[in-house]
């Protein structure tokens, strides 16, 4: 969903390096996949075609954060229901 972005800092040898990827039209998402040494951020569209592509060595990889584009409150999430508290 457009405003869907994925932060990565890697360790650069002594310092660290901030790389962002992120969804930049309607319909499009940011998806993470790793495995074999390596993580794969991609920015794709609705039917799956990449777009984007940001590739690291697994072992660079200090953190990966995710951040959601916001989604509007549904109906029922203004009401909540408290549980009693036990005595």
Request: charged share 30%; hydrophobic share 35%; net charge positive.
């Amino acid at each position: 969903m457009k405003g869907d972005r994925v932060e990565i800092v890697i360790d650069a040898g002594g310092t660290t390096r901030t790389y962002e990827v992120e969804a930049t039209r309607a319909g499009r998402r940011v998806e993470v996949t790793h495995g074999r040494g390596v993580v794969e951020v991609t920015e794709t569209t609705r039917g799956g075609t990449a777009v984007r592509t940001a590739r690291f060595m697994a072992a660079r990889v200090l953190a990966l954060v995710e951040h959601p584009a916001p989604r509007p409150a549904e109906r029922d999430d203004a009401r909540v229901t408290h549980l009693p508290r036990p005595a």
